[in-house]
């Protein structure tokens, strides 16, 4: 009989101790899963046709929501409206605004962001953007024409959580403005730096 119980009371501490063990070796999680809100303020910088080397202030703002897909990782989808500044031609006076180039436009997309500790993170993002414009054509006779296009946009960045509903982040995105296909339209395409910070709800 003494067997017996101290067989039961072995087995019971050892059932007991099962789930305390895969308590210990249960992966944290840090991907977060939930509305969000952001902006980003920066530079951006035309690298093609009558605006080539030519940049200006450029930010904006977008909001979405992720579905931690794993411990470490989310998927989110967003939307948002971005604004690329105001570029001179190059060798234009810059007070003759009808030389400037111009592009903005709401943008919708998603994004992958993986925490490889409580504190940093990395995204890559992909989307569409109305993209909305202006500015000279790429020819020799150029003219000054507008444009409305649906384009492409696709950007990395790293950033650091401040708390569990803050963080800011360092960006680099490109943003495919291009007027016309092929090589005559307007070339507005922007590569933007910029840092940003986004609360989590």
């Known amino acids: 009989?003494?067997?017996?119980?101290?067989?039961?009371?072995?087995?019971?501490?050892?059932?007991?101790?099962?789930?305390?063990?895969?308590?210990?070796?249960?992966?944290?999680?840090?991907?977060?899963?939930?509305?969000?809100?952001?902006?980003?303020?920066?530079?951006?910088?035309?690298?093609?046709?009558?605006?080539?080397?030519?940049?200006?202030?450029i930010g904006g703002v977008k909001g979405g929501y992720r579905f931690a897909i794993n411990p470490e990782t989310s998927v989110g989808v967003e939307a948002g409206y971005q604004y690329l500044g105001f570029v001179n031609a190059k060798g234009a006076d810059n007070n003759v605004s009808s030389l400037r180039g111009r592009l903005y436009g709401p943008t919708l997309g998603a994004n992958l962001r993986w925490n490889f500790n409580p504190s940093w993170y990395a995204e890559i993002r992909a989307g569409?953007?109305?993209?909305?414009?202006?500015?000279?054509?790429?020819?020799?006779?150029?003219?000054?024409?507008?444009?409305?296009?649906?384009r492409p946009y696709a950007g990395v960045g790293v950033g650091y959580n401040l708390a569990a509903n803050w963080s800011v982040g360092v960006n680099y995105d490109y943003y495919d403005g291009q007027g016309k296909s092929g090589s005559q339209g307007v070339q507005m395409q922007t590569n933007a730096v910029t840092v940003s910070a986004e609360y989590r709800f």
């Open 1 to 57: 009989m003494k067997k017996t119980l101290f067989a039961v009371a072995l087995a019971a501490v050892g059932f007991a101790a099962v789930p305390a063990a895969f308590a210990q070796t249960a992966p944290a999680q840090l991907a977060q899963q939930g509305w969000y809100v952001g902006a980003d303020a920066g530079y951006g910088q035309v690298n093609k046709g009558p605006y080539d080397n030519q940049g200006n202030y």
């Open 128 to 150: 569409a953007m109305y993209a909305q414009g202006s500015g000279l054509t790429d020819t020799y006779d150029s003219s000054y024409q507008r444009f409305e296009r649906i």
